[in-house]
């Protein structure tokens, strides 16, 4: 059986600019997980998500004008009876039934906080930059929308500036506290590439120097 939800709309961060159109498919809906997506999460709940998080990343990334931002028209997001997560595959969201099923928490947050994580793959600028700080990126959206879930690392944790993920988000953070906006800025300088040189083009000093500051801040 084959559920979906096809709607339009316009968010207010896109006035002028062409409408954005989100579909919402339960591929898995006689799949354990597919039934406990549709009991738990709901197809209303992920269109009001969608929405939300579209509006979210837009300011956080201060794409505030068709110019600033990618020319996305549609997202389509899927609920398919895969292994893994979710991935992200240009405006294609395909988050797995089995995750779903198998997760023992409040699974409708979790689902929130990793549709944040892939939306902002969509939205976001990633020419030639690094797995780890495109995924941190991601995580740091996740982490400014409240959903950062319990089992992510501490401040100050991890072995290096792009391991990617939490690690890495947790410290883009605290680069953008040491200019508000950073993480803004630095994903408008990647729309065209990727130079380690952003760095210390926005906060002075080269992201290894941050790295180590960073770690120091947090040291016991």
Excluded at 42 to 62: E, M, N, P, V
Excluded at 100 to 113: C, H, L, M, N, P
Excluded at 121 to 144: C, T, Y
């Amino acid at each position: 059986m084959l559920v979906s939800l096809l709607f339009f709309l316009v968010p207010a961060v896109l006035q002028g600019t062409n409408a954005v159109t989100y579909s919402v498919t339960n591929n898995a809906a006689t799949s354990p997980g597919g039934q406990k997506f549709t009991n738990q999460i709901g197809l209303g709940y992920t269109k009001q998500a969608l929405s939300s998080s579209a509006d979210f990343i837009l300011r956080t990334f201060q794409q505030n004008n068709q110019a600033d931002k990618k020319n996305v028209q549609q997202v389509s997001l899927f609920i398919d009876n895969m292994s893994g997560v979710a991935y992200t595959s240009g405006n294609q969201i395909h988050a797995s039934a089995r995750y779903i099923q198998s997760y023992s928490g409040d699974v409708k947050r979790e689902f929130t906080g990793v549709l944040y994580h892939e939306m902002a793959h969509v939205w976001q600028w990633s020419n030639g930059a690094p797995g780890g700080l495109i995924e941190g990126i991601a995580d740091f959206v996740r982490l400014k929308a409240g959903y950062a879930p319990s089992h992510w690392v501490q401040p100050g944790k991890g072995d290096k500036w792009d391991q990617g993920y939490d690690v890495t988000a947790r410290f883009l953070d605290y680069c953008n506290s040491l200019r508000n906006g950073f993480v803004a800025q630095l994903n408008k300088k990647m729309r065209n590439g990727y130079s380690a040189s952003f760095f210390n083009d926005l906060l002075g000093k080269s992201v290894d120097q941050l790295w180590s500051e960073y770690k120091a801040k947090y040291q016991t």
